[in-house]
């Protein structure tokens, strides 16, 4: 029950016993539970995120299926952090402040073209110039490219390549000087980086991002600034509503292991978390959230399900 303690008495054979992992000796008299829930992560209820600043990019709100980048803005400023949101979307970015202000919570939208290496730079500063600080970042940018690999020139290549990847280096390239220790940066990846094909540039642009995001881990380590990466699997939202019917929304839904369909909260929550002190000693790592991956099909290998 919430609120209620329970005195123990103590173990006398506990007496002078040394505890391996502190390293300091345990008496009759010491707290055990007290010594050990006065860590952060044990005290708190939640995430806090208060006097603190995040930046997400492509985090304006673009429709009522809502998407990614907004909904890791809205939980951030729902803990009590200021929101930079950088979308090339003004009226989207808009929206997106409005909900935050409305719901009292503090935020600014920033012109960005992400695919422009001034742009960013101008909207990274603009962020720190109004807030005064940066402390985490959440780059959710990403699409198009879904197509066959030989099928496109090289104009088209690099067009993919430069929103899903290069894009995202240099959201982390402008804003990571602002960071300090126990600064945090999440990617958004996808669950197509997984497959063996086909080939498509999108699928090459994500993979590339997730080296990226775990190469850069270890590159800011040393200043005490996590890197994380959140691979998106078959989630309904605006993305895929754009292209998709209720026909194939459902052979989607049971291709997921889980055998239920997702949504742009759940990424956004893993995503959270990443940024947030609760993952205070995780880094270097692309979470998949996906329902568990695809539904496995009978193939007749030892061990399998029968067909039905």
């Given amino acids: 029950m919430r609120g209620r303690v329970v005195a123990i008495e103590a173990n006398p054979r506990s007496a002078g016993r040394r505890d391996d992992a502190t390293g300091s000796t345990m008496t009759s008299r010491d ?12 005290a708190d209820e939640a995430p806090r995120m208060d006097g603190e600043v995040a930046l997400v990019a492509g985090g304006g709100l673009s429709g009522p299926l809502g998407g990614v980048g907004f909904s890791i803005a809205w939980l951030c400023a729902r803990s009590g952090a200021s929101i930079a949101i950088l979308d090339v979307d003004q009226e989207a970015g808009e929206r997106a402040v409005d909900a935050i202000r409305s719901a009292g919570g503090d935020a600014a939208w920033f012109d960005v073209d992400v695919t422009d290496d001034g742009s960013v730079a101008a909207a990274v500063d603009g962020a720190v110039q109004r807030f005064g600080r940066l402390d985490h970042v959440a780059d959710s940018i990403g699409g198009g490219g879904a197509v066959p690999i030989f099928d496109i020139d090289d104009a088209e290549l690099e067009r993919v390549m430069n929103l899903n990847f290069t894009s995202a280096w240099r959201v982390m390239k402008h804003s990571q000087k602002h960071l300090s220790h126990g600064g945090s940066i999440v990617t958004i990846s996808s669950g197509a ?9 999108y699928t090459i642009a994500k993979t590339a991002l997730e080296k990226l995001t775990v190469g850069a881990s270890q590159t800011l380590a040393p200043r005490g600034i996590r890197v994380n990466g959140v691979r998106v699997g078959m989630i309904w939202g605006a993305f895929a509503a754009r292209g998709m019917d209720e026909d194939m929304r459902e052979i989607r839904r049971r291709n997921v292991a889980l055998q239920t369909e997702g949504n742009v909260w759940d990424i956004a929550s893993a995503a959270f978390f990443l940024l947030s002190d609760r993952a205070r000693w995780v880094s270097g790592q692309v979470l998949a959230v996906d329902g568990g991956g695809f539904a496995l099909k009978p193939t007749g290998a030892a061990g399998s399900a029968k067909p039905r």
Wanted: charged share 20%; glycine share 10%.
């Fill in 31 to 42: 707290d055990w539970a007290a010594q050990t829930t006065s860590d952060a992560i044990a």
């Fill in 193 to 201: 980086t997984e497959g063996r094909g086909p080939a498509m540039p």
